[in-house]
């Protein structure tokens, strides 16, 4: 099982982003992908999630209108479009996959917002 996360890198602020993850070995399309950040001496925390055929999305209230989820279950990849990209959200962003008690981590990839 492997989820591997790209796109990250140093963006500028209002500049924007696209985070990929890409998985194998398990069943991507029974799964329900989220993506999840920390930041530096804070807790993990989830920032949007989609159900497995993306009928359904949620988003953490200080994303809503910025991020924006979506997946392509042919590709097996989860996408992660971050538009208007501030300060505060410079941290290592994480994939995560579950389906029922199974749950996948990958192993992040950093986003730093600063001029």
């Known amino acids: 099982v492997q989820l591997v996360e790209s796109g990250g890198g140093l963006v500028q602020p209002g500049g924007s982003l696209r985070l990929s993850c890409a998985a194998s070995g398990f069943t991507f399309s029974r799964y329900v992908m989220s993506w999840y950040r920390q930041a530096p001496g804070k807790e993990r925390e989830m920032v949007a999630g989609i159900s497995s055929y993306g009928f359904s999305t949620n988003y953490a209230d200080s994303v809503k209108g910025r991020l924006t989820i979506s997946r392509d279950n042919a590709k097996n990849t989860v996408y992660l479009q971050m538009n208007n990209l501030k300060p505060e959200d410079t941290a290592v962003y994480y994939c995560?996959?579950?389906?029922?008690?199974?749950?996948?981590w990958g192993q992040g990839t950093q986003v730093t917002v600063s001029s």
């Open positions: 995560y996959a579950a389906f029922g008690l199974a749950h996948h």
